[in-house]
């Protein structure tokens, strides 16, 4: 490491700025690069992110997209401006040290380990079978708020149960009919739901691993929206995640595409949460 790499200047911007940066971005037109150690990231990360300690950041460069606006970030600050003085010493532009880091972050968060969920996405699926889990991932989503609005007694409880499994179902239209565009011969909708994996909702978990993790109140407005935002997080983390180490370009485009729609979903539930 040449010590200039200590002295080249790096933007910082706060939680707040990074957020409101963030908001508008495709997955295509930045990277969220993690610097912590695996067992940081495991308790929480920023969705999306991709995780590469401070301590093989050198020897993981290839790994960087220089295409793309890099917002780096530790646990407070200090590891994350390092980091992005080093890229910066050796030839990377756009980087955005995250100032305050994950504790500042106050914002949406994933959980788990880097390979979470990814038993489901090999990184070696045709566009096809890609399709079809994100599907299956979507339909355990909507069956989960199905079943939630058949048990609550609180009627705007129902009805936001309702009103976000319309949504899922608006997202499996768009999945299948992409299904169909791309494969050779594509199944009819009955045959391709039967081709589905089953048993885990969008980002990877049970809905019931969900529940147990956050504890909410099923019958609060305010709660339900913060279990479809942290879902919606976790399945936009998880997507990246697998477009990430997708060999197929088309799946690896679908994914990078799924990611950028949950992260639209949050911004919808985001303005939900602050009508409530």
């Given at each position: 490491m ?11 911007l ?5 957020r ?21 990231y ?22 960087i997209?220089?295409?793309?606006t ?39 968060k994933a ?20 399709l ?5 991932l ?12 058949s ?17 899922e ?38 809905t ?21 935002m ?12 697998a ?20 992260r639209?979903h949050l911004?919808?539930?985001?303005k ?5």
């Open positions: 040449r010590w200039k790499q200590f002295f080249t200047p790096v933007t910082s706060d939680a707040e700025k990074t409101e940066f963030i908001k508008d971005k495709t997955s295509d037109e930045m990277m969220i690069l993690d610097v912590r150690q695996p067992k940081e495991e308790e929480g990360h920023i969705p999306g992110a991709r995780l590469i300690p401070l301590p093989d950041l050198d020897n993981r460069l290839g790994e997209d220089n295409s793309k890099k917002i780096v970030y530790c646990a407070i600050g200090g590891r994350s401006r390092v980091a992005a003085q080093m890229l910066a010493g050796k030839g990377f532009d756009n980087i955005i040290n995250l100032s305050g880091g994950y504790k500042g972050w106050q914002g949406e959980f788990g380990s880097f390979s979470q969920g990814l038993e489901l996405f090999s990184g070696d699926e045709s566009i096809e079978d890609t079809s889990v994100a599907y299956s979507e339909d355990g989503l909507c069956d989960f708020y199905l079943s939630m609005a048990k609550v007694n609180n009627e705007a409880a129902k009805d936001l149960y309702r009103n976000l499994s319309e949504i179902v608006k997202h499996q239209e768009r999945i299948y009919n992409e299904y169909t565009s791309v494969a050779e011969k594509p199944l009819s909708r009955e045959e391709f739901v039967k081709s589905m994996v089953t048993g885990a909702v969008e980002g990877g978990l049970t019931q691993e969900y529940i147990n993790m956050f504890n909410p109140d099923l019958e609060s407005a305010r709660d339900i929206t913060e279990i479809a942290s879902i919606e997080a976790q399945a936009l983390d998880l997507y990246q995640r477009s990430d180490r997708s060999k197929d370009a088309r799946s690896k485009k679908a994914l990078t595409q799924l990611a950028d729609e949950e639209a911004k919808q539930l985001g939900l949460m602050e009508s409530i």
